[in-house]
């Protein structure tokens, strides 16, 4: 069972723990169901005592735990602070060791928007890449010259230490993390549910350093072979020569360094192109199918459904649906309505 952990402080912003703990919910009782029905994730709220916390929006939250208490975790969220940040580090400061021990100890840390002064404030930041609300640009850089803040992009990843800007950015980094711990389908499933408008992925849209990264330079040139050749029938014997690596040996690197073998990795690529020319292109979807390679229209949609969870007709209502019509309904609804359960 995967532990995932919140620290509460009074100018929390609630939006930024709430919507983490009901996406890894969802994703837990998707992945219960095939493992007998154990429960898969354990979200915990900590707090310097268990008392009832009255946060600054009104909102009352009830800590589950205390800071001295918190074991090793696998995810560890640093909310949003409303507005300064600054007293809410200065009333942290105290916990900040708390804060470096779950690093040391292999736990994922998040920061959601200005949250992000409380991981710079321990020191974690420093040479890294990161990023922050950014209406704190300015302060951010100023107090923290060592940090590498990343002002264009709404999510940062240096090894195990991840900054959002928004809160709707930490629905995107919650979704890659169901990904990584349970499926791709699942996270689709939950994508789909809580994020009906079609979002960037987190390959997308994260600044990941190259810690994050593999450096085998054979595999970097297949990846970008690949990448040139998505309309080419994928043969791993002329790729390998391309290359000047035996076959096998390609494809165990290949898999290795990317966690996908060589024909999985070129789907996700034709499929990422497929979402872009639905949400940029009028092409049909014969059209877009045959600038993949693929001369089969209902295997391309047959392909576009099981990485997508949607046909690619639904895909491109859904992105191209975010307005409303004359009779008050959203394209959105008409195309995309998931049943309640």
């Known amino acids: 069972m995967y532990r995932i952990a919140a620290l509460l402080y009074p100018q929390a912003l609630a939006t930024s723990i709430t919507l983490p703990m009901e996406i890894m919910h969802a994703a837990s009782q998707m992945a219960s169901v095939g493992a007998r029905g154990n429960r898969q994730v354990s979200f915990q709220l900590a707090a ?14 009830k800590p589950d735990t205390r800071y001295q208490d918190l074991p090793a975790q696998d995810l560890l969220l640093l909310p949003a602070i409303w507005r300064n940040p600054l007293p809410t580090v200065n009333r942290m400061r105290p916990w900040l060791p708390l ?21 710079a404030e321990a020191g974690l930041l420093n040479h890294r890449a990161a990023t922050t609300h950014w209406n704190y640009f300015q302060p951010f850089s100023r107090r923290y010259p060592e940090v590498e803040l990343k002002t264009h992009h709404l999510i940062t990843q240096s090894d195990n230490i991840y900054c959002v800007g928004s809160v709707n950015s930490i629905a995107d980094l919650m979704v890659h993390i169901v990904e990584e711990w349970f499926s791709h389908n699942t996270a689709r499933a939950i ?3 809580f994020s009906p408008e079609i979002r960037r992925s987190f390959q997308d849209a994260a600044y990941q350093t190259a810690t994050s990264a593999h450096r085998d330079e054979t595999v970097v040139e297949a990846q970008q072979w690949l990448q040139d050749h998505l309309a080419t029938p994928l043969s791993l014997t002329t790729l390998a020569a391309e290359l000047g690596v035996n ?23 034709r499929m990422a192109t497929a979402k872009d020319l639905l949400r940029h292109s009028n092409l049909s979807i014969g059209e877009i199918a045959w600038q993949l390679g693929l001369q089969d229209a209902s295997y391309f949609a047959k392909l576009f459904r099981k990485h997508a969870a949607m046909t690619p007709q639904q895909y491109r209502d859904a992105v191209r649906g975010k307005l409303f019509d004359a009779k008050g309904t959203s394209r959105l609804e008409q195309a995309h309505t998931l049943p309640l359960e």
């Open 48 to 61: 310097p005592d268990k008392r009832q916390m009255k946060l600054a929006s009104g909102l009352t939250l």
């Open 247 to 269: 076959p096998r040996t390609l494809h165990r690197r290949f898999t290795r360094a990317t966690g996908a073998t060589p024909m999985a990795y070129l789907q996700n690529l």
């Open 191 to 193: 994508e789909n549910q």
């Open 99 to 119: 804060i470096r021990r779950q690093f040391e100890l292999g736990a994922r840390i998040c920061s959601v928007g200005t949250g992000s002064f409380l991981l």
